[in-house]
């Protein structure tokens, strides 16, 4: 059954694919916005939106505020005298690193609270892969993308487990190396290999090997605004955009690519560097310098929510961490902590800086710390992964970090102490992906010199992570 966006009345069962409310007369349901053939109701009476269509297989976008589905390209809602922003169906986890902003946050549909529980597939703790070693995932469009060194496989959720969705999309007879990083924008999956920048659609399952001549050597990677952004060791930035994939654009970095130790991007490309922090416009190919040059700051992190810049640097001499915010042209925001911060995750409202054992909860709006630092077990050299959970509640941290020869996933409530820790052997590079209100955990592992595997274990909670 189905509801209407608007009044909320569930619409009569009789009427199976009706088009408008018989109570208030708003639409409740429309045509698939790319075939133009299937009926899609807007709102389930359950309060969920149809992620794609059931016919042509394509996903959607949908506006908050008139229900009205849209394709994934669009932006803000096609309905006159409408325009509000549009939203994916489902919790984006389109980066290796979560978010494509550098936030680190996920923002989830309800509270956050209970414990994690573990999901069984079939009589096994495991869902696994033999003869597989997925190297990177992403969560995004309600699909599993998971990638190895030779092909691209998606896995859906079933209600109960994991299960392949189609067949594995080989990347062909070019050997690309270990796969670092991937991103998921548009449909088109970004992979950031030791050889080339690889592309794939994701939509229509088609691999595009493009790598630059006489670019081989890949750094970092982003997206923004529609636009696929690489940087190359040279100190080489390209982009393209997605709906252009067949034109490049370039820009030679006054410095080289090692120095850069970040990459974001929205309307504007933003570089954290040991030389300074950086802005450049992709439209008139214009580079700006963000801080002094007379500082002596070695930038590490940043992140951008509508406009708004995020950094963080260590100071040259290590005896401190600086934050700073960039508004607009007002004049930016600068704090100075004693700690050496190591990373940190952004809800908007507020930061959670990660130091060597602790982490700090710091408001972005009165720009303090809010409380007193929050003890963890992990170190900061161990950790090597961090997400917040954003839900309507209160937040939770997920530390990933190594201990001995097991990678141990620690979660806890802010500003609470710790309330879960998972365990894991190390054989290989395992990773974690948020898809819906699951944590995945994924690790590859070499069972033997010349047999190998993967392995995912599946948690959720009682309620929403």
């Known amino acids: 059954m189905s509801k209407c966006v608007k009044c ?88 290796t690193f979560g978010p494509l902003n550098g936030t680190r946050t996920c923002v989830i549909q309800g509270p956050v609270i209970g414990d994690l529980h573990l999901c069984r597939h079939a009589d096994s703790d495991y869902f696994e892969l033999p003869n597989i070693l997925l190297e990177q995932s992403v969560y995004r469009y309600g699909r599993l993308y998971s990638f190895s060194s030779e092909a691209m496989h998606c896995l859906i959720w079933n209600g109960h487990g994991w299960e392949p969705h189609g ?7 070019t050997a690309l190396g270990r796969v670092r990083s991937v991103l998921l924008e548009d449909q088109i999956a970004s992979l950031t290999c030791q050889a080339a920048f690889q592309l794939i659609n994701v939509g229509d399952d088609v ?60 309307t504007q490309i933003y570089l954290a560097a040991q030389t300074g922090l950086w802005r450049l416009d992709p439209v008139d190919n214009t580079l700006a310098r963000l801080d002094d040059e007379n500082e ?18 260590h100071t040259r001499n290590h005896v401190g961490t600086v934050l700073r915010q960039y508004t607009g042209d007002d004049q930016p925001l ?35 710390p809010t409380a007193d630092p929050i003890q963890t077990s992990a170190t900061a050299h161990s950790i090597s992964g961090a997400i917040c959970l954003q ?17 141990v996933y620690e979660l806890f409530h802010a500003p609470t102490a710790t309330c879960r820790q998972i ?6 590079h395992p990773h974690f992906v948020l898809a819906e209100d699951r944590l995945v955990l994924v690790y590859p592992e070499h069972t033997a010199p010349d047999t190998r595997r993967t392995r995912i274990r599946t948690f959720r909670t009682e309620g929403s992570l």
């Open 334 to 368: 600068s704090f100075p902590l004693r700690e050496i911060c190591h990373d940190f995750c952004w809800t908007g409202a507020q930061l959670f800086l990660i130091t060597e054992n602790t982490v700090i909860p710091f408001s972005t709006q009165s720009w303090t």
């Open 167 to 173: 067949r594995p999309v080989p990347f062909g007879a």
């Open 296 to 313: 002596a700051i070695s930038w590490q992190r940043m992140a951008v929510i509508d406009g708004t810049v995020v950094a963080m640097g």
């Open 207 to 266: 691999c595009n090997f493009d790598p630059e001549p006489g670019e081989s050597r890949p750094h970092r990677q982003a997206a923004g605004a529609h636009r696929l952004v690489w940087l190359y060791k040279s100190g080489r930035l390209q982009w393209r955009l997605t709906h252009q994939l067949t034109q490049t654009h370039d820009f030679k970095l006054p410095f080289s690519g090692h120095e850069v130790n970040d990459l974001v991007a929205d």
């Open 391 to 407: 839900g309507t509640d209160t937040a939770r941290l997920v530390l990933r970090r190594r201990a001995d020869a097991t990678m």
């Open 8 to 95: 909320g009345e569930v619409v009569p069962t009789q009427v199976p694919e009706a088009m408008f409310c018989v109570h208030c007369g708003r639409p409740v349901g429309q045509k698939c916005p790319y075939c133009g053939n299937q009926y899609v109701a807007l709102l389930q009476d359950d309060g969920r939106v149809e992620k794609g269509c059931r016919s042509c297989g394509q996903f959607f976008k949908f506006c908050r505020a008139c229900g009205r589905l849209h394709r994934i390209t669009h932006d803000r809602c096609a309905t006159p005298g409408c325009g509000q922003p549009l939203y994916e169906s489902s919790t984006a986890f389109p980066f």
């Open 423 to 428: 365990g894991m052997p190390v054989n290989a």
